[in-house]
């Protein structure tokens, strides 16, 4: 996510560093056990890092089925789940991000109207410190589940979307979108279900795994939707009145969505991503600006970070009420900024790929993004400088937070100006070819600080500026 706080700060020119890439390909074909985790190679020995590490086979697969209602502003829906733990359950978790301060604020809401399951023995709501009806739904089950089983549940719920502003759900004049718009299933691999509590500041909260998914959304046929996942062409329905459009995205954590009036432009990268970028009527930049931009952040970033994690990547341009929305595979942008644009593409490795508790470790994803912005563009890095000052730790949790000015100032400031000094301190190359081994090590995981410390092992001036900072235990 990135805040409308940060255009200001952040004015001036991209470098457009472009550079050689490697391949989407090379990834999927690499030879690789599914469960494979390899370990950090030492530092500054990109070669010895090991392949990136494979989603797990046993993954949730989820299936989401979006009706746009013609007033544009209700949506109905079925999650279909199919859910193996690798830990023993009595319940399912779903997180409904809508109903927390900042989404709900706007008038949006999220209900589960029906929930049915071989395995269901009752479910309710519970409120986490989220708006009526609560911030998630409990799904119980008749019999302990056991690490390994599976079961599957299917959840109705109706999204009302809210007014139009810098959020990740609402409606505008010609356009829609969600995004988080379903109930979450709120699962850490290994750990458990996260009931962490919302907060008033604003920013994510969520932890989900990687899961095998495909949606559906049923929409007015004058409208064009754009949202996670290799989109099909979409099929008309009901005389012609609506159309259904289809995506499949086999590791997202979570899904977007934007349905609106749409002029949309195609561009590809030299390693196959396909970019799909949408423009609403008269707005600047064009769709095909949009997508050249998109391109070019991507070969940026693929510079040090390796190959971008999705084979498509799809950017809906929004009104612009200043920032930008990360989902996997997906960019709600709602600036016409190109260093908010790598901000957040950077986040498709960095929560997309690199999974982390946004609640528990929200540097992991922001102090990364923003860090990687940095590396791409000077201008970026110098306005980064001074928030190596801060008092405050990088590392905090969402709950530790105060106000919103902390939060961006030791997340954002503080966590993306220490990872750059920590880079000017270990040296660029190492620095980043042992980022490089972090992210190729626990890709489609949740990473923890520890997973960090590991792949920083061999930098000890690295460690001593993160351990300073707040970021790592000393
Ligand atoms: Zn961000």
Redesign the pocket.
Known sequence: ??RPWRNAALAGAVALLLGGCTSFADTVTAPTSATASPAPAPAGDDASCGERARPDPDRPRIALDFRLADDLRTVTGTQTVSFTPDLPVEELVFRLVPNGPDVSAAGSRLVVDAVRGDDVAGSGYELLGASDPGGAYVVELDEPLEAGETTEVELDFTLTLGTGEFERVGADEGVSWWASGAPLLAWEPSVGWARDPFVPVSGETTVSPAADTTVRVEAPADLTVLMTGAQAEPTAVDGEERRIWTSTEPVARDVSVAVGRFTTAEATTPGGVRVTAGALPEAEPTAGELADATVEAIADLEEFLGPFPYETLTVPQLPDYGGGI?YPSSILQASPSRQVLV??VA?MWFYGMVGNSQFRDPWL??AF??WAEAVVNPSSAEDLEPALGVRGDVGVAMDEVRTQQQYVAYVYGKGGATLMAAREAAGADGFDAAVRCYVDATAWAIATPDDVADALADLPEALEVLGEAGALDD
């Open positions: 996510m990135s990360e901000h957040e986040h994803d922001e993004a923003t």
